[in-house]
Each structure stands twice: as C-alpha cells, then as structure tokens.
C-alpha cells in the first residue's frame, strides 16, 4: 500500500551530538514514531519546530535516517540558523513534521555499491536495515571531518565499509580512483549504485556511471523550502532520457519528481 505524506506533531526523545566537545556540529535527533503506514529509504521529511517564531517562515527537508517501532530518526549538520535552533532541541519539545516524501532508493537482488559523501551518509542506515539481502551491499564512505563526527560505526557492523578521510588533495585523488575502480568493478557484475552527497561527489559519481554505463540512483542535496512542488526553489535540470517527455531536457521540482533520480535522467553539467 502506497504511502500519502501526513502532517502531524511529534514529540522530541532524544538528541545526541556527535564530534568533539565544543564543536558539535552533527547531532542524531530522535523523535516518536509518525503513524506512517510504510516509507522508503531515500525519502524525506519537512520538519520545523513548533517554538520556531515568524523570523524562520519555511520547514527544513532532512532524509530520513531510520525508523524503528517507536521512533523516527534524523541525522543532520549545523549549517545555518534553522539547524542551529534546531541543535537546542530538548526532549518533549515538539516539532512539526510532513511526510515521507519524494522519491527512494532501489532495493534489488544484486551487488549493490553505496557510495556516501559526507553528511549524506544519513538515508543509508534505513536502506542497509530494510534490505533483504545485506550481504550484497557495501559503501565507499568519504568524510573530511574525523569519522567519530558521523554514524559510520553502525553500518561497520553489518556491511563491508572502505572509509576515507579526506584531508589533503592525494586523498581526494584516492578516493576519486576508489570510487571509480568500485564502480567499474559493479557494472562488471551487473550491479547497482547509489550514492547519497555534495553536488561535486555526485557529479563526479554521474559521469562514472554515464561512461561506465551502469545503472546508479543519485540522491540530489538541493535546498528545499516546501517540500510539496509548489515553491520551485529546488528545480534539478532533466536530461533527453527523462520518462516524461514532456519535461525531458527541462528542469523539474527534486522535492517531488525526487530527491532520488537515475543518473542517466540528470544533466548535472547544465
């Protein structure tokens, strides 16, 4: 059964930072549970707390991380004023939250290569619990703040992890070549990739998988402000292979027609 996005009030439980004392930028806020009746990994959430006063208009779009049998939970970065409030959360505070939405991941029998920049590590804690077949995954994590700053030990601990701390050039330059051979190694064995990060990363990630021709979903990072199609503040640029060929070329709402596209249906140099 098809899942219709709900607005509802939840209640805060938990909010735990991660990093170094005196700069904790990334925290796992965990709330209660939504009465959804299913959601995917890949899919999203708008959540605005309800102390938030007319100075902060617009909701946050934040993936969801995972879901359990009595709570949501949400990983994000302090980047701006929305999500510095938002680290002041206590429990019982209340929050609005409308969702899931948009697009998710594939889930298929085959090998299937996680690639994860950064704080879009977040969607894939939901995608390694809800497959069946976990044995067939495994992530290339990329970071350039220490590991301890993300939730990279949780997945340690079920799939094969190669993490890379990006600190200087050669190790982007090493990363780049293990993302590469990863890849080209995947559309060897027929497989699948999905990779969740900073326009760059994904860029770079894109044209492997347009050369290399092998099937990869792309979780696009674009600033959303209304989560439902109608601000158009989010658009991402179509190309000639886009199913509706109508909007084939042309940009269309990432909220809504994504976050998650295939890679040959984007044109990330327009």
């Not at 709330?31 to 006063?53: C, D, E, V």
């Not at 949501?72 to 209340?94: S, W």
């Not at 976990?134 to 290339?140: A, G, Q, R």
């Not at 190669?162 to 600190?167: I, K, S, V």
């Amino acid at each position: 059964m098809e899942n219709h996005p709900m607005r509802m009030e939840l209640t805060v439980t938990d909010l735990v930072p991660f990093g170094s004392e005196g700069e904790r930028k990334f925290f796992a806020l965990t709330l209660t549970r939504p009465q959804w009746t299913s959601w995917r990994a890949g899919q999203f959430i708008m959540l605005r707390p309800a102390s938030w006063n007319s100075e902060i208009t617009w909701a946050r779009p934040f993936s969801i991380c995972r879901v359990t049998n009595q709570s949501l939970v949400l990983f994000f970065q302090v980047v701006g004023r929305g999500t510095e409030l938002m680290a002041g959360l206590k429990p019982k505070d209340k929050v609005i939250v409308w969702g899931p939405l948009g697009t998710h991941f594939a889930m298929e029998d085959k090998p299937t290569l996680i690639l994860a920049g950064g704080i879009g590590i977040a969607p894939f804690a939901g995608y390694v619990e809800q497959h069946s077949k976990p044995s067939n995954l495994s992530m290339i994590f990329s970071h350039r703040l220490p590991s301890q700053y993300y939730p990279a030990e949780s997945f340690i601990r079920h799939i094969d992890v190669e993490t890379h701390f990006e600190h200087t050039k050669e190790d982007l330059e090493k990363t780049l070549k293990a993302i590469r051979e990863k890849m080209e190694t995947t559309a060897k064995n027929n497989g699948l990739v999905l990779a969740c990060g900073p326009m760059p990363f994904l860029k770079t990630i894109w044209k492997n998988a347009l050369e290399l021709n092998v099937p990869t979903q792309l979780s696009l990072e674009q600033r959303m402000a209304c989560g439902i199609g109608a601000c158009l503040g989010c658009v991402s640029m179509t190309s000639d292979l886009y199913p509706d060929r109508q909007k084939a070329g042309l940009p269309v709402q990432t909220c809504t027609k994504g976050p998650v596209f295939w890679a040959h249906e984007l044109n990330l140099d327009a």
